[in-house]
């Protein structure tokens, strides 16, 4: 008599970062679980003194690293980019603080499977020093955003939101503290739901399919 496993194949995903990585450690520590739909299959920089490789190096993960500045153009660099994580047999890419613009090239080659967070909700206070331009702003509420990658810095299809509280004697270090808490949350969850095919893309708008998990509001203020 012949058994078969039911349980879905993991999906592998290739994580990309430039500092300390804490959202890849993020999503590290979620794919232990048994049943989360995605395996991290490797860890890769564009820079080889990445505190975050040395931690992925001691939890059993592969890692690659490219100096960028040794690259000719960003096109070359780009390349190489793509052939490691094809080699690894990522079929999703998750950028976790990775400090590069990307080709259209290679964003297209990924089309729809490379997912990013930005630590504010898009579409405002898209790019750098975005704790200190909402303060600044007088918003009240700030957050983080999980969003497909597309050739424009930090645009496409959002796949999830969590919002935090904006504190009247917040700085940029305290409100950037509490939104990374978020992102630490969101991350994993919004990986877990693009993994397993849960969204729906139509143009530049992401839905979830009947029937999906919800990923919850991390943070709702009191009215």
Not at 5 to 12: D, F, G, I, M, W
Not at 23 to 30: F, R, T, Y
Not at 44 to 61: C, E, K, T, V
Not at 87 to 93: D, E, L, P, R
Request: proline share 7%.
């Amino acid at each position: 008599m012949t058994t078969t496993n039911s349980t879905p194949a993991r999906k592998p995903v290739a994580i990309l970062i430039s500092g300390r990585g804490s959202n890849m450690m993020s999503l590290v520590e979620a794919s232990r679980s048994p049943d989360y739909p995605a395996e991290i299959a490797s860890v890769i920089s564009n820079r080889p003194d990445a505190p975050g490789l040395s931690w992925a190096r001691r939890q059993g993960i592969a890692t690659v690293a490219f100096d960028h500045t040794a690259f000719p153009s960003r096109a070359k660099f780009d390349e190489a980019l793509h052939n490691a994580i094809e080699a690894c047999g990522a079929q999703f890419v998750a950028c976790a603080g990775f400090m590069r613009l990307m080709t259209p090239g290679l964003v297209a080659r990924w089309h729809n499977r490379m997912i990013n967070i930005h630590p504010a909700l898009l579409p405002s206070f898209k790019g750098l020093d975005t704790h200190a331009r909402a303060l600044a702003a007088g918003v009240r509420i700030a957050g983080c955003t999980v969003h497909i990658v597309r050739p424009e810095m930090d645009c496409g299809p959002i796949l999830g939101q969590a919002a935090v509280r904006v504190l009247d004697d917040d700085t940029p270090e305290t409100l950037g503290h509490r939104v990374l808490d978020a992102e630490h949350r969101l991350y994993p969850k919004i990986l877990s739901l693009f993994a397993a095919g849960a969204y729906d893309i139509d143009q530049e708008i992401a839905r979830l399919k009947a029937g999906s998990a919800n990923p919850g509001t991390l943070f709702s203020p009191e009215a």
